[in-house]
């Protein structure tokens, strides 16, 4: 950071009291001169008692040695002067972490006079990036448990899966689960030191009146039915008695979540962390869907219990059942399946069929010319296909003496001595329906006719005339029952559908039993009496015969769940998409990043060389290049960034920096753009420069670039472009004004719709109808305004209005690397293996590292070869590009993470894809950072630095 030379005491109380940040102005030997009002404010420290202070011994924590270190560099006037995180000590002992921004501040003869500093407090955006850490761990945990879930058999292994798995996954500090015994809670099983933690527990269960101090969290918890929690254990009234035990485990939260079984609470599960409002909504949300599942698993246990004591109950009853069944009044049988031979009859079946019981047993009533005739025993075989239980179904029956008998066919699937069989027992009706026949017959016309029903419930007679229709007929229909009794059913569907329908209704009745395809629910499509069609499942079933048939609908309206399907199709296939083109930009961010890597990699070589330095023309045209480098990798950034675009996102780094000298740059680059369209560019200062900006300067000037290639490519040959700039106490004016093609208002009206070009994307002129939408985003992201006036021929203007800097003249930052700079601090060494196929970026990794000496560069040209010499050479660093041509990046860094002799390697990845997921995998995987492609040299530099050795000779 650039030196600053004093101001005036008053200046620099109004800047520091001005300011929404920590500030503080220390003197060389530590001593505060002054702290903002933000400051005291944070640090309990009053204006009167703040000066004077050291502030290492008043604001610097005693164990922050890093902190302490580097503030003591800053106070000799030692670089870097990079902002650093640490935390804050108040006056009454609590900390604040703080990222600090430091400047060095020097009188006009240099002599250092003092240090600024200024602070952002992040406490809890670190805060928020812990909690955000515990919600994905416990994610994992309950991926975990659900595993544990699958395989658990006894209740006890599951309990202590679950809270091994709340420790190892989630991260929680401690867990145990207690359940319910007589008046208390027993701790059952534990994670982490819960067993150390509970030992000597006493937990009694909750009764009316009690308060929070005297039964604790855990008894609330199963008193309410819900889960408590405890965001600050030593805060919470519930947690008195166990305050002193929590402290020595260093428990700051808690939270006890009931367990279920069999619809009631019967224990809990309880969960500790080491930081403060570790549960917030999303993790109690978690845990509990935990317990839920836990609970769910417990029934499943239960159930299976149940189940082998039914088995034991059912073998048992055997016995019982036969005793029952041989004295049965009613007509028995039991037939086994498949063959329908029967296994056992009782003896009131016998005589209803006038034979012996040793007749029947290993035979079928066909094979006897008993029972059922043909066409009602393939009836009652077609409707056991698809229900075997079978209620009082009517039918006649055959006796040995010709006689036919009407009974009630009851039919119920059996397991029988381990044979799957099928249990009938018959009700002889034959007198019951020979006295009820007139009600029988009515009964035959209500039959399956529900009129509360949900579903539309529609009888009609053989002719197809309605006889019955419910109100949820009436309501799918649009039309009173009493319009609908007596008209033809073929009203209520399409004209298109209607001979299909009479073919398929005619070939029903006169089968004379339940059709298998009719019985089932079929899609068709119905008609409302306002002409509306739509889908609908429906069934028919068939009661009485002849004349006397009776035909029942029951049909439901299954738009909505058409729709339904409809929009899932339509989201899985935006879904798709969307994956799609994630991999899509990122291939294309790799390939288009690869050749700009050697573009600009040695051009910034090119730049310090001074073994060969370029002339100060050469060095002029070279800093373009490097400038329209730069620009072009910005734009490739955002033109692939395409969900950042649609979310209204787009990343800014703000920095001080000289609005003049920026605009002098935008118009250098664009002077050949500007002789190729034979337009004059000029610039227009007035009385504004220097000024000071605050802001993102690559973000404006890719905004200006953008501006002006607009003037030039919709401009004419000998037309002009001018960027003004004026200024006034508080903005900057900056207008770009041409004379050339301008806009007509309906081009104007879609002038900020992404892609689209205005009606001439079939000119000559390039471009991707995407340039003024980032421009108005950048702008107000800045806080700027963007207006924009025009007339059809007559040219436009468009004017960016940005806040100034308050004012104050800033110092320039560098765009590039000063010339004939090669570096001469002390040159580190050691062995660098870059595992890279690309020869290009072999050659560029080894020109920026011939720097030093001492440092030697080996390259393997794939991940195979790389792995053998990482084990051969234990170099110092390892430089490991993430697409091989055998493996890919991420494998040759899980192998050398897994491998004894490699796992302690530095490795970077050095790759030219940016896609933040992959970053975050690598480092995941064990990477030690990650840079991207295009390498900036300084950047590189530094950070191989960092990683390499100074010999202790030049140290």
């Not at 003092?114 to 309950?142: K, M, N, P, W």
């Not at 053989?462 to 949820?472: C, I, P, R, S």
């Not at 530095?906 to 991207?932: E, F, P």
């Amino acid at each position: 950071m650039p030196d600053r030379h004093d101001a005036p005491p008053a200046h620099w109380a109004q800047l520091f009291e001005s300011a929404e940040l920590l500030a503080a102005v220390l003197e060389p030997d530590g001593r505060i001169r002054h702290g903002n009002a933000v400051l005291q404010r944070h640090t309990g420290w009053l204006g009167r008692d703040i000066t004077g202070l050291n502030w290492l011994d008043n604001f610097v924590p005693a164990d922050a040695v890093l902190m302490r270190a580097r503030f003591l560099a800053w106070l000799a006037g030692s670089p870097p002067f990079d902002p650093m995180e640490g935390e804050l000590l108040k006056r009454d002992g609590g900390r604040r972490l703080v990222r600090w921004h430091p400047c060095l501040l020097r009188e006009a003869a240099g002599q250092i006079t003092g240090l600024s500093v200024l602070g952002i407090d992040i406490t809890e955006q670190r805060a928020q990036e812990a909690r955000t850490q515990r919600l994905a761990d416990f994610y994992r945990a309950l991926l975990n448990m659900g595993q544990a879930i699958a395989q658990a058999t006894v209740p006890l292994d599951l309990y202590r899966s679950i809270c091994r798995i709340a420790v190892e996954s989630g991260h929680a500090t401690m867990a145990w689960i207690g359940v319910v015994e007589g008046a208390h809670v027993v701790p059952v099983a534990w994670g982490g030191r819960a067993h150390e933690y509970t030992r000597g527990l006493n937990t009694l269960i909750g009764v009316p009146g009690q308060t929070a101090e005297t039964i604790g969290p855990t008894s609330l918890a199963l008193a309410s039915g819900r889960p408590y929690v405890c965001n600050d254990f030593f805060a919470d009234p519930s947690t008195v008695p166990w305050r002193s035990n929590a402290a020595r485990f260093g428990v700051k939260a808690s939270g006890a979540f009931p367990i279920r079984r069999a619809g009631k609470p019967f224990g809990t599960l309880n969960l500790y962390f080491g930081e403060v409002s570790a549960f917030d909504n999303a993790m109690v949300e978690l845990v509990e869907q935990m317990v839920a599942n836990l609970s769910v698993a417990l029934e499943n246990i239960d159930r299976e219990a149940a189940r082998a004591l039914a088995v034991r109950e059912a073998q048992e009853g055997y016995e019982r059942f036969q005793r029952v069944f041989a004295t049965l009044p009613l007509p028995a049988a039991i037939f086994g399946l498949p063959d329908g031979l029967c296994i056992d009859a009782n003896e009131a079946c016998a005589q209803l069929l006038g034979v012996t019981r040793e007749a029947l047993i290993g035979h079928n009533t066909a094979e006897l010319d008993l029972g059922l005739d043909l066409a009602e025993r393939q009836a009652l075989c077609a409707t056991l296909k698809h229900d075997p239980h079978i209620r009082d179904l009517e039918a006649r029956m055959l006796t040995r003496s010709g006689e036919r008998r009407d009974v009630l066919i009851n039919v119920e699937p059996i397991n029988f001595y381990g044979q799957q069989c099928l249990l009938n027992i018959n009700i002889d009706i034959t007198e019951r329906k020979r006295s009820e026949q007139a009600l029988r017959e009515r009964e035959a016309q209500l039959s399956g006719i529900v009129e509360t029903a949900m579903d539309a419930i529609i009888t009609v007679n053989e002719q197809g005339q309605v006889m019955l229709f419910n109100q949820a007929a009436a309501s799918m229909f649009c039309v009173t029952p009493q319009e609908a009794i007596g008209s033809n059913i073929e009203r209520f569907i399409p004209v298109e559908h209607r001979h299909a329908h009479r073919q398929h209704l005619a070939r029903f009745a006169a089968a004379g039993k339940t059709s298998q395809s009719m019985n089932v629910a079929r899609e068709l499509t119905g008609l409302r009496a306002n002409g509306e069609a739509f889908p609908m499942e429906a069934s028919i079933s068939r009661a009485g015969e002849g004349k006397r048939q009776l035909m029942t609908v029951m049909a439901r309206d299954v738009t909505q769940l058409r729709q339904a399907e409809k929009a899932q199709l339509a989201r899985n296939a935006a879904e798709a998409a969307n994956r799609a083109k994630t991999q899509f930009l990122s291939r294309i961010s790799h390939e288009l990043r690869t050749p700009l890597n050697a573009i600009l990699g040695f051009a910034q070589l090119m730049r310090i060389d001074t073994r060969d330095p370029l002339s100060d023309r050469h060095l002029e045209q070279l800093d373009l290049v490097l400038q329209a480098g730069s620009h072009l990798r910005t734009l490739i950034d955002e033109t692939l960034d395409v969900s950042g675009i649609e979310a209204g996102r787009l990343a800014m780094a703000p920095q001080d920096f000289e609005l003049c000298e920026l605009l002098d740059g935008v118009v250098r680059m664009s002077e050949p753009h500007a002789q190729q369209f034979q337009v004059t560019l000029q610039l227009m200062y007035g009385n504004a420069c220097p000024l000071a900006m605050h802001g993102d300067p690559d973000r404006l000037r890719q905004v200006l670039l953008n501006l002006v290639s607009n003037a030039i490519k919709y401009n004419r040959p000998g037309g002009w472009v001018r960027v003004e700039l004026t200024r006034d106490p508080y903005f900057a004016h900056i207008t770009v004004r041409d004379n050339g093609l301008g806009m007509t208002e309906q081009q104007k009206a879609g002038l900020f719709q992404p892609f689209n070009r205005l009606g001439r994307e079939h000119s000559n002129v390039q471009g991707t109808g995407i340039g003024l939408v980032l421009v108005r985003q950048i702008v107000g992201l800045m806080d700027g305004q963007l207006t924009l006036e025009s007339s059809e021929n007559e040219g436009t203007t468009v004017r960016v209005t940005l806040p100034t800097a308050d004012g104050h003249q800033v110092a320039p930052q560098p765009t590039a690397l000063p010339a004939q700079a090669a570096p001469k601090d002390p040159s580190p060494e050691g062995v660098v293996l870059y595992i890279e196929d690309n020869p290009i970026n072999a050659i560029l990794v080894g020109e920026m590292l011939s720097f030093w000496p001492q440092t030697q560069l080996v390259v393997a040209i794939d991940g195979a070869s790389g792995l053998e010499r990482a084990r051969a050479l234990r170099p110092s660093v390892v430089l490991l590009d993430m697409q091989l041509p055998d493996m890919d990046g991420l494998a040759v860094l899980r192998q050398l993470k897994a491998d004894e002799a490699t796992r302690d390697l530095a490795v970077v990845a050095l790759s030219a894809n940016t896609m933040a997921k992959d970053m975050k995998i690598a480092r995941a995987a064990g990477a030690l950072d990650y840079w991207t492609k295009p390498i900036d040299f300084e950047h590189f530099t530094e950070g191989m630095r960092r990683l390499l050795r100074t010999p202790p000779a030049q140290r």
